[in-house]
């Protein structure tokens, strides 16, 4: 991938530059949401249909970097029978503890947009870890 094309979250020190590609951290987002109980899949916002043909989880996640932190909007579907608040309040704690402890950027907001209930008949596409 070229770098001016490739968002990333960027740190220089004195042994040179690092880069954090913008995927890196939509899977790691992925993963760390999906670890969550009630949380049946991470829902591609352009619907199922996408997430059928495996286009991958970072459409599913918008990541904003900006001075040294790293923002997170995610975009799942729970169970039915999930209490839908504290579920998303783990998976932002999960999420935040995740991208911090991997990657050492700051990440102080994590917003999750409950898209929906999750049709168990349909099923998810696996994380790559």
Do not use: H, W
């Not at 923002?71 to 911090?100: C, G, H, W």
Request: proline share 2%; aromatic share 4%.
């Amino acid at each position: 991938m070229d770098d001016k094309n490739m968002k990333t979250g960027a740190e220089k020190n004195v042994l040179g530059n690092f880069k954090l590609s913008e995927n890196v951290i939509s899977t790691i987002v992925a993963t760390a949401a999906s670890e969550v109980t009630g949380v049946k899949c991470v829902s591609d916002i352009c619907g199922v249909q996408d997430l059928l043909q495996l286009r991958g989880f970072s459409k599913c996640t918008k990541i904003k970097f900006s001075e040294g932190a790293i923002m997170v909007d995610l975009y799942i579907k729970v169970r039915p029978e999930t209490d839908v608040k504290s579920t998303a309040q783990e998976v932002q704690a999960n999420v935040k503890s995740a991208v911090q402890n991997i990657t050492g950027f700051a990440v102080p907001r994590v917003n999750v947009i409950v898209v929906g209930l999750f049709n168990d008949a349909v099923e998810c596409p696996e994380v790559d870890a």
